[in-house]
């Protein structure tokens, strides 16, 4: 289990690395919700998403021996390009391991971040088998995308610096955070459990991989198929062994969404916040939008990212990313 004293570890090694997003508001989403909502803005985060932070306080707590043949990881994106960023910074190099299916956007990302990308079919491998075969074969370091508590510890930094930059105004009563393998729910439910015990923190994921829901409720960690869902950042199976001892203990529930209520919060993102956000950087926000959970006061949404190809993104939008400019 970690706790607040390693989320603010984290905080002071990733500092002057990765950027203190802003938190985003809108009276248009406070008037459909019925609340003040913040957001946090991570897919404006070096990279386009929240992931810098683990990858990165999981390579500088390392020693030069751990990192002497280099990085592996396995990520459909967003974790893969953060790997990479995070060993340039350590002066080595990473394997990436990435789906044959990862959006186009994300794995020239990761090469341009210099990234050493290997791919895979994500339906018939498995992905953790993979790892643990390549890590084996190349001597390299895993640095895992949330089964690792400096990874959790990292994501976690998201909370602390919304609590911290929204705390003038008051208590936050309820906490909406994205969760695929659990890493940055698990890291934000610490911080937020330490900072204010009376949060109510919600983990969202789509209806269609509902694993994580599932295993809450059997009170063990579930493995289902590899789901079918526009989140690509959210097709995990099960979730990750350190993260479910967390959410089991800090999570308050899990709501889940439809990739059509995640698109309609892409749409509302565009309309009101002028954030081009991908599938997954909008699950939490489509939770919120969506009504199941009654919420007052003031609720903060993680919006996780937004590395999504523009074609992908007109398709599922209706709008070019470049039309996305301001909030209305």
Do not use: W
């Not at 969202?204 to 991989?209: K, M, Y």
């Amino acid at each position: 289990m970690i706790g607040l004293e390693d989320v603010r570890a984290a905080a002071g090694r990733i500092e002057g690395h990765v950027v203190r997003t802003p938190v985003l508001h809108s009276p248009a989403i406070d008037e459909a919700v019925g609340a003040e909502v913040l957001l946090k803005a991570e897919h404006l985060q070096v990279g386009g998403a929240f992931k810098l932070r683990g990858a990165l306080n999981n390579a500088l707590a390392r020693s030069p021996h751990d990192l002497r043949h280099g990085l592996v990881a396995v990520s459909s994106g967003n974790h893969a390009q953060a790997v990479a960023r995070a060993a340039a910074i350590r002066g080595t190099t990473a394997l990436l391991l990435m789906p044959e299916d990862a959006p186009e956007s994300k794995r020239a990302a990761t090469l341009v971040a210099g990234g050493l990308v290997e791919t895979f079919d994500r339906y018939s491998t498995d992905r953790e088998a993979l790892l643990a075969e390549r890590a084996r074969a190349t001597g390299r370091l895993v640095v895992h995308p949330y089964d690792d508590p400096l990874t959790m510890a990292g994501q976690g930094t998201v909370a602390l610096e919304l609590l911290e930059d929204v705390a003038p105004g008051g208590p936050v009563d309820d906490l909406f955070v994205p969760v695929g393998g659990g890493g940055l729910a698990a890291g934000c439910a610490t911080a937020a459990a330490a900072l204010l015990p009376g949060c109510r923190v919600h983990g969202v994921e789509p209806a269609a991989g509902d694993d994580v829901r599932r295993s809450l409720a059997a009170g063990e960690r579930v493995t289902i198929e590899v789901p079918r869902t526009i989140a690509d950042g959210q097709q995990t199976t099960s979730p990750g062994v350190h993260p479910f001892e967390v959410l089991q203990a800090r999570l308050t529930d899990v709501v889940t969404v439809s990739d059509e209520e995640i698109v309609a919060a892409m749409r509302m993102a565009a309309r009101h916040l002028g954030a081009v956000l991908e599938p997954s950087g909008a699950c939490a926000l489509a939770a919120l939008l969506t009504g199941r959970v009654r919420v007052g006061g003031r609720v903060g949404v993680v919006l996780s990212g937004g590395n999504v190809d523009a074609a992908r993104y007109r398709d599922l939008v209706g709008l070019d990313p470049a039309e996305v400019t301001r909030p209305d």
